[in-house]
């Protein structure tokens, strides 16, 4: 990683690992991954087939963020240590 900061395109180009997929029969299916430049951010996507709709929801340090462009602030300030 370099030290210019990280923009909205890097996080596009970044690659991803699996880390969990469930399968919730009938209700749909949700996938845990992990960003392999930044490993940082996660993104959970999550289908709901009743509903017919798609999600996606991006974590840094394991703290939900309400968009991507929160993701791209967040990873650009140090880490936040875990609170008590």
């Given at each position: 990683?370099?030290?210019?900061?990280?923009?909205?395109?890097?996080?596009?180009?970044?690659?991803?690992?699996?880390?969990?997929h469930?399968?919730?029969?009938?209700?749909?299916?949700?996938?845990?991954?992990?960003?392999?430049?930044?490993?940082?951010?996660?993104?959970?996507d999550?289908?709901?087939?009743k509903?017919?709709?798609?999600?996606?929801?991006?974590?840094?340090?394991?703290?939900?963020?309400?968009?991507?462009?929160?993701?791209?602030?967040?990873?650009?300030?140090?880490?936040?240590?875990?609170?008590?």
């Amino acid at each position: 990683m370099t030290s210019s900061p990280i923009t909205k395109d890097d996080l596009k180009k970044c690659g991803t690992t699996l880390l969990m997929h469930l399968n919730l029969g009938r209700q749909g299916s949700r996938t845990l991954k992990q960003c392999i430049e930044y490993p940082r951010l996660t993104i959970a996507d999550c289908f709901l087939k009743k509903e017919r709709r798609a999600e996606r929801k991006f974590l840094v340090d394991n703290i939900e963020c309400a968009s991507l462009d929160e993701a791209v602030s967040r990873l650009n300030e140090p880490k936040r240590e875990a609170e008590e």
